[in-house]
């Protein structure tokens, strides 16, 4: 009867790697706002036609409703990746104390 090894590293203490934060953080933000922005943009569109809202907001430019369906997700998109972001923020830990030295 033989006992379970884990694999090499697996037991190894876990690296501080900044850039593999920052990429968790900047993707747990941009990832679910990009989502929503989605999810939002078919159910707003759903009701609503582009280029008939365009015609009622700015009467003077055409647009088709390809550029209306991408400003309107583009519009979601800055609005939940700010909620997303205030997030982040909110529950971010805090930073380590600054030691102030004499000097």
């Not at 369906?69 to 609005?79: A, D, N, P, Q, R």
């Not at 529950?91 to 102030?100: G, I």
């Amino acid at each position: 009867m033989t006992t379970y090894q884990p694999p090499p590293g697996a037991l190894r203490p876990l690296e501080e790697n900044p850039h593999d934060s920052l990429v968790r953080r900047v993707g747990s933000v941009v990832w679910p706002s990009f989502f929503a922005a989605g999810v939002a943009t078919i159910m707003f569109f759903a009701i609503v036609d582009p280029v008939e809202l365009a015609g009622i907001t700015w009467p003077q430019v055409e647009i088709s409703r390809m550029t209306g369906y991408s400003i309107g997700f583009f519009m979601f998109w800055l609005c939940t990746i700010s909620a997303c972001l205030f997030t982040a923020m909110l529950v971010a830990p805090p930073l380590p104390a600054r030691k102030v030295g004499k000097g």
